[in-house]
Every structure is written in structure tokens, then in C-alpha cells.
């Protein structure tokens, strides 16, 4: 890749050759040494320079990076971290990295998967033996030199007596290769957990897959602390080598010079084996405290801790052509939707033409993840001497080209708007009169739909994406007065019809406008039952009941989901008749087992918005001075496995729409101005304007925020600041109306807007559309 302007001609008297990649925390040079030798160079964003907690963390990979340079990872060659403009170079190791491996060539078999096998665990071994724990071992961080794999990426590395950074008590990695113990308690992360995430990176070498994939990073990370690993299409040779080094208790699993006499006992002639899948047997009941002020315990308090935001990542320590990045975590998006609060609101209407004009007041959004799955799918790059490269941005889908079409409504063939939830290839739609649609991002082809017998309904999507993104749950909701509602699970791949359920559509009436009625949580689907009396908990796939929870007498109950977390929010059927529920009370619910955890009373109305760092995160609402007008003056935080309740206070009251994007709150106006405020002090980080009336968002995506209109409008802003980057121009003549939800989803760098009239088009954010 060709040098830019403004990039340095020599770092450290190092000439600099080429610029390998660039991440969130710096960008990797080609340099050389005196004699000729070719070194990667990582020099640190300068923007990172005065950040005391940074400069920690990259003291700390350089000091791990010396400790361990060896046969299996990238030696130092020379290093300045206290310097103004901080800076390392490394050995330059010629290779793909495996995440580029697999997504060129598909899984790895026979006498390559045994010799990557033994490879990394003896440099895990060497690691270890240097007394450093590595922390984020996961494909993109191997390269596959022709010596043998080499190990690269100390950035969130630590001695293995050495605490970890807790300034601003984050956890970082990357859910699908990360242990159960970095996910609950990363300041006691050991050796064991390295053997965990090594066996991750063995079994998605082996089938294409990790053990514990999911459809979004809280998804995963819930599977990976409660769900037993994928290991069906895993050869059985490695697999019983590798399973005893998944199980949830660290202590358990094998040593790394123990799994290093098991894999050099593998034949050479491994396999891929098909494998099946997982069954769940449980169908019991549970009660809840009849009181709902739920002032004490009444269950057993049930810890449901498994999941935890995960921001950050590591600075990335650069070592050849495949493995110059330094890569920040990325953000994706939860399928589940928490849903939002009692107050102020009135019971959910379905959408006619005559109404496509009004505007939503109090509104919900769905809570983002922090991390997404990082670039280890990416493909391939090469410099402009043709050598692999890793990929320094989101791909491209093979073939994509900008697309636009209309997403059929049904049978009422009364349009409204879509919301889209992407996985692997496609996003998956729902609304707009449609129960759901599969549409290929590459090219806009619709590969399925499923249309709906009524009209649509306001603010109603898709509930989510269960089972590792095999399932999409979404609703088939009856015109007014010809039979029940009904959650629908429909096969992701065919879009045949799974099961079908009538439920009660009162989650708006309980928890505000736009609430979702269904909860998709890992493998389960919650929702109300239609006579108004219990929660039920689904299996995905089958819909065969698990569970139920009745509701407590005299209350009003809904299901939630965050953050890979089941909750069932309640409030008094009085309170709700009087048009304003004043407290609410808030379980965790064991969504295999449906058993609930200790009630929690908040006094509202409070709205909740999603999870961070393994707690609900809500806002309180009051009343505006409007009549009907809702406006917010605190931020909560719960821990449902404590009963604790932090609460922040705003420093003025936000109108509009609130969101929660990372440990963000962003309350958008009608008008289009926005304010992005401290989920957890309450502070005011920034306050701009969109410019673009009625946004709906933000949409964390490929370096900004992404605000769409009804129009199919997009305004971009940075997301440090709020500064306007670039905006489009609409597509059709939107309504103006402030909706529930972004309107942007992401597959890689590619943005699939929504809009009015079911419309849907996709572009690269790299090329936005031109405006004017």
C-alpha cells in the first residue's frame, strides 16, 4: 500500500518503506534497518499520545512483546513508548493471517491442521513460559508463515502476576474466542484461559466456525460463560483433544504442555466429521413475587453475570504483511430489543395510511454491542508489491455494487418501514406489513419473504436472530378483529415456517411505544402469553414451551432482552389504568430454566434501552412542558444479580428519542439535533445537529454514527466529537416522523438503509452517495 500524504518518510531513523494497514489506535509501516532488513513498524495514533491509561497499555505490549520474542511470534527490533510520538517495530513475518486462510480456502484438514495445531500450542507454551499471559488469541492475531504460525498481538497481554488495567474497568478481547472468566472477572484471567481461546481457534480452523458463533458479540459471550461448544463437524481426533480444554471451569481444563502431548497423538489424516446439534429437555415453572413492589427477595437470586460489554481492544502489535493492524473494537448490533417504559404512552396502533404522517414522541431503541466480530473474516489485501496484506477496514461482500428496491408489504399492501438485523451475507427485514424478509447484501436479491395477513404495525420489526443465526423470529400480526397475533420462527436459510405462537401484544402498554413483544435471548424466544397471565419461554427452533412465569396478581408483565440477558419488567394493572406507571419492577429470568431472580423496584417512569458492561441501562422519563411531550433527566444502571440501582442524573432534561450505542446515550430530536451524554456519569460528551430532520439512530458503523430519515436520508458523525462528516440525499418522500430503531445496519462496510414505503438500499460507506 502506497505511502499517503502526511505519512512519515522515517520513524526511530528507520526509512519507511510502505503503510501496511492502519487501525482505531495507529497505522503499521514497512521500514528498514540500516542493513537492509525489512521491519513493521506500529506508530500510535498521535491523538493517543496524552492518554495516560494508553500509554500504560502500550508499555505493557512492548514489555510482552520483548519477553516473548522467540521461534513463534514477531522478535523487537527496536521500540520507543515514551517518546512524544509513541512507536514499535518488529520483525516483518510474510504470510496470511488465518482468519484470511479460512475465508480464502475454507477450513483446514488433515497433516496442515495438525501441524497448526501443534504450531500454536507450542508457541502458547513459549508464551506462557515467558510468564506472559497473551489474553486475545483469535485468528486475525496468527499468521501463517512459511516457518510455521506465528503469534502476534501482546497489545492486551499481561505478565501473569500482573493485574489488569482497570482505570476505566473494561473488558476487552473478542467475544467468540474469549474464556468465560475474561467475560465475569478479566482481573483474574490466567494461563488457563489462553488453552480456552487457543481450543476456539482450533475448532474454527477445523470447520470455518467457533464454538460458541452467535449473531451478535452479547449473544455469544452469553454462550460462551452458559452454553456447552459446537463441536459436531469438529474431526474426532482434535475433538477429544480440544473439548476438555472448553469447560467453564478454568481449573479444569488441561495445561498447555498437557494439550501438547494430546495434539502431537493426532494423525496426520484428519477429517472433517458432520456433527449434530443441541436439545434442551427442560419444561418447568416459575413464580414471581406477588409483590410487585418487590421490596424483598422472594426466590432464589439467580446470577445471570455471563455477558459483559466488551470495549476497547488491543493497540495490535504489528508484525509482517498479514498482521499490520492496530486494531480498536469495532461495534456491531444486538438482535434482541430491550424494550422501552411505562410512561406517558398509549397502547401500540397499527399503522393506516391517514396516520403515516405522525411523528413518535417517546421512543425506544436497540442497544448496540461494543465489539463486533473484529476483521478476522476480512479479505486479503495486498501492497503495492503484490504481498498479503491484512484488511485495515471492513470488506466488501464479493461483487457488491449499490442497490435499491421496495420490500414487499402484505397481503394488506400497505407499506410502512422495514428494520433489518444482518448476519453472515444478508440482512434479515421485518415491518412494513411483512413478517420477514432475507435480502443478499452483495446485490440486493431478496432470497426469501414471508409476508403478513394484516396491515403493519407501528414500530414493529423483527424480534431478533436466535440460534447462532439459524432462526429469525418475527411477528405475523392479524388485521383488527380477524384472530390472534402470532410470534412466527421461520428457518433463516428457506424461510419455511418453524412454528407459530399467539401472544400478547401489550409490551407498549407496559413499557412504552416500540417495545418488542417477543425477546429472542440466545436460543430462546419470550414472550406474554395471549391471555395476558404468564411470561412463556420457547425453544427457537422447535417452539416447544420451556418454561412460564405467571404473572403477579394485580401487575401487568412484559419480556426483555439485553445484552444476552433475560428480564421480565412488571407494573400495577392500577397504574396503567390511571395512564401513568409510576414504579416498575425488573427480574432476571434464566432463559433456559425461566427461573427468576430477585425483584427489583424502580421508581419511573423509566425506559430502558439495552446493557452495558452486564447491566440494564435505562432512562427516567418526566413530563415535558408540552402536554403529551416525554422528556428524560437520569440515566440508571441495574445489576438484576445484586439488586443494585446506580443512577446518574442529567445535567438538563433531553427530549426525542433515546439510544444507547456503547456507553453512549444519544437522545435525537425531531429537529435533528442530537446529544450524546455519559451512560455512566451522566455527562454531556457533545451536543450537535444531524441535519436531517426526524433521524432515526444512531447506527454505530464503519468510523462514525450513521443517522437515517424516513426519506432514506443518512448524515454520518464522528463519533468523538459530532462533527458532521457527510450526508445524502433522501430517496423517496419520507413522512419526517422520529420511529423507534436505527434505520442503518451494517455488513461489513456496506450500509442497508430504510425508509419509508418498505424501502431498502445498501451503499458502500467508504463511497457514500453524493449529495446534491
Known amino acids: 500500500m502506497s505511502l499517503r500524504s502526511g505519512d512519515p518518510e522515517e520513524i526511530g531513523g528507520y526509512p519507511v518503506e510502505a503503510r501496511l494497514g492502519s487501525g482505531g489506535m495507529g497505522t503499521v509501516f514497512l521500514g528498514r534497518t540500516a542493513s537492509g532488513r525489512p521491519v513493521a513498524i506500529k506508530l500510535i495514533h498521535q491523538q493517543f499520545a496524552d492518554d495516560d491509561e494508553f500509554r500504560i497499555r502500550f508499555r505493557q505490549e512492548v514489555a510482552a512483546a520483548r519477553r516473548v520474542s522467540g521461534a513463534f511470534t514477531a522478535a523487537v527490533v527496536d521500540a520507543d513508548p515514551e517518546g512524544p510520538h509513541p512507536w514499535m517495530a518488529t520483525s516483518y513475518i510474510e504470510g ?9 480456502r475454507g477450513p483446514i484438514g488433515g497433516a496442515e491442521l495438525r501441524s497448526l495445531a501443534i504450531g500454536l500450542a507450542e508457541a502458547l507454551r513459549d508464551i506462557h513460559r515467558a510468564d ?3 489474553r486475545d488469541l483469535k485468528p486475525s492475531n496468527v499468521v501463517l508463515s512459511p516457518e510455521g504460525p506465528r503469534v502476534i ?10 493485574q489488569t488495567l482497570t482505570m476505566t474497568g ?16 478479566p482481573r483474574g484471567v490466567g494461563p488457563s484461559s489462553d488453552v480456552f481461546s487457543l481450543a476456539t481457534l482450533l475448532v474454527y480452523a477445523s470447520t470455518g466456525q467457533g464454538p460458541f458463533d452467535a449473531d451478535s458479540p452479547y449473544m455469544t459471550a452469553y454462550q460462551v460463560v452458559h452454553e456447552p461448544p459446537a463441536l459436531g463437524d469438529v474431526p474426532h481426533a482434535l475433538r477429544t483433544a480440544v473439548e476438555p ?10 495445561s498447555v504442555d498437557e494439550l501438547l502431548v494430546r495434539l502431537r497423538d493426532l494423525p496426520a489424516d484428519l477429517e472433517v466429521a458432520s456433527g449434530g446439534g443441541r436439545t434442551r429437555d427442560t419444561r418447568t415453572q416459575h413464580h414471581l413475587s406477588r409483590d410487585t413492589g418487590g421490596g424483598r427477595d422472594t426466590g432464589r437470586g439467580h446470577d445471570t453475570r455471563g455477558s459483559h460489554d466488551t470495549s476497547g481492544a488491543s493497540s495490535g502489535a504489528p508484525s509482517g504483511t498479514a498482521s499490520e493492524k492496530a486494531s480498536g473494537a469495532g461495534a ?7 424494550a422501552p417504559s411505562p410512561a406517558l404512552t398509549r397502547p401500540r396502533r397499527r399503522w393506516r395510511p391517514v396516520l403515516a404522517a405522525v411523528a413518535a414522541i417517546a421512543v425506544l431503541g436497540v442497544g448496540l454491542a461494543l465489539v463486533s466480530r473484529s476483521d478476522d473474516s476480512s479479505d486479503a489485501k495486498q501492497d503495492d508489491k503484490g504481498r498479503n496484506v491484512a484488511a485495515t477496514s471492513p470488506a466488501l461482500p464479493d461483487g457488491f455494487r449499490p442497490w435499491r428496491q421496495s420490500v414487499p408489504a402484505g397481503t394488506a399492501k400497505i407499506p410502512d418501514e422495514v428494520r433489518c438485523l444482518p448476519h453472515g451475507d444478508s440482512v434479515y427485514c421485518g415491518g412494513g406489513g411483512s413478517v420477514a424478509t432475507r435480502v443478499r447484501v452483495a446485490d440486493g436479491k431478496r432470497l426469501w419473504t414471508v409476508g403478513g395477513p394484516g396491515v403493519p404495525v407501528q414500530d414493529t420489526s423483527l424480534a431478533g436472530l436466535a440460534d447462532s443465526g439459524r432462526t429469525v423470529v418475527g411477528y405475523r400480526f392479524a388485521a383488527e378483529g380477524s384472530g390472534p397475533d402470532e410470534v412466527v420462527a421461520l428457518d433463516a436459510a428457506r424461510g419455511k415456517e418453524l412454528w407459530s405462537a399467539p401472544f400478547g401484544a401489550r409490551s407498549t402498554s407496559v413499557v412504552g411505544p416500540g417495545a418488542a413483544d417477543a425477546a429472542v435471548v440466545g ?13 412463556e419461554g420457547r425453544d427457537a427452533r422447535s417452539g416447544r414451551s420451556l418454561w412460564t412465569v405467571p404473572f403477579p396478581a394485580g401487575s401487568q408483565c412484559a419480556p426483555l432482552g439485553a445484552g444476552g440477558h433475560a428480564y421480565v419488567m412488571c407494573v400495577p394493572k392500577a397504574q396503567l389504568t390511571a395512564g401513568l406507571a409510576r414504579r416498575a419492577t425488573v427480574r432476571g429470568v434464566d432463559p433456559v430454566s425461566g427461573e427468576p431472580g430477585r425483584a427489583v423496584t424502580l421508581d419511573g417512569p423509566v425506559q430502558p434501552l439495552g446493557a452495558k458492561g452486564g447491566q440494564l441501562v435505562l432512562v427516567r422519563q418526566r413530563a415535558g412542558e408540552e402536554v403529551g411531550v416525554v422528556v428524560y433527566d437520569a440515566v440508571l444502571r441495574l445489576d438484576a444479580a445484586r439488586g443494585k440501582v446506580t443512577t446518574a442524573r442529567l445535567p438538563k432534561a433531553y427530549g426525542g428519542s433515546p439510544l444507547l450505542v456503547g456507553d ?4 435525537t430530536e425531531q429537529s435533528g439535533r442530537v446529544s450524546a451524554v455519559d451512560a455512566g456519569s451522566g455527562r454531556l460528551r457533545w451536543a450537535r445537529h444531524t441535519g436531517v430532520e426526524g433521524a432515526a439512530g444512531p447506527s454505530a458503523g464503519p468510523g462514525a454514527l450513521y443517522f437515517g430519515s424516513s426519506g432514506g436520508r443518512v448524515a454520518a458523525l464522528a463519533p468523538r466529537d459530532g462533527r458532521r462528516l457527510w450526508s445524502t440525499d433522501p430517496k423517496v418522500n419520507g413522512d419526517g416522523s422520529l420511529r423507534t430503531g436505527p434505520r442503518v445496519a451494517f455488513v461489513g462496510r456496506v450500509a442497508v438503509v430504510s425508509g419509508s414505503g418498505n424501502l431498502l438500499y445498501a451503499f458502500d460507506t467508504a463511497k457514500p452517495p453524493k449529495s446534491g
Open 664 to 667: 453512549a446515550v444519544y437522545f
Open 132 to 134: 506472559v499471559v497473551h
Open 245 to 254: 480444554c472448553l469447560t467453564k471451569d478454568p481449573a479444569a481444563r488441561p
Open 332 to 338: 456491531g448490533t444486538d438482535g434482541a430489543h430491550a
Open 153 to 162: 498481538d501482546f497489545g492486551i497481554s499481561r505478565a501473569a502476576d500482573q
Open 96 to 104: 496470511p493471517t488465518l482468519a484470511q486462510r479460512i475465508a480464502r
Open 523 to 535: 436460543s430462546t424466544v419470550l414472550t406474554a402469553d395471549a391471555d395476558g397471565t404468564r411470561i
Open 170 to 185: 473494561r473488558v476487552i478481547g473478542t467475544p467468540p474466542f474469549m474464556s468465560p472468566e475474561q467475560l465475569q472477572n
